[in-house]
């Protein structure tokens, strides 16, 4: 056996590689959602913190009512939607569902996905007011 002693060839990946085509900026943006989602995490945590401590309405509702709190909070839930909407749309073309020896349209599960949404978010809002 003889060892080659050409170089491999290792194709150049700029850091920038993502700004190429707007799919991978688009892709870029979702995946920064995660931080978002960490912020909103940290809020939920400190929100138990301050139950467990009987501090809730005086210190963890002061810290919501913050203005910073209430924009990045914001920010946050703007991430979350679009984050949902990307997940729902690329969904139904990752896992096919097949009705009837049919392939179900991208379209049909991408609508059932935001109707279970809203159904659930519905039933959370009724809850929360009972």
Known sequence: MSAT???PYVREMKATWWKKLDFYKMYM???ATCLLTVWFCIVLFYG???LS???FASDFVSFL???LVVVLNI???AAMLYHAATLFVMTPHVMSVMVKDKYLPATIGRNILWAATGIISLIALVLVYI
């Open 48 to 50: 138990a913190i301050a």
């Open 5 to 7: 002693k050409r170089k």
């Open 29 to 31: 943006v979702r995946e």
């Open 65 to 67: 009512q913050n203005p």
């Open 53 to 55: 401590k009987g501090t």
């Open 75 to 77: 920010i946050s839930l």
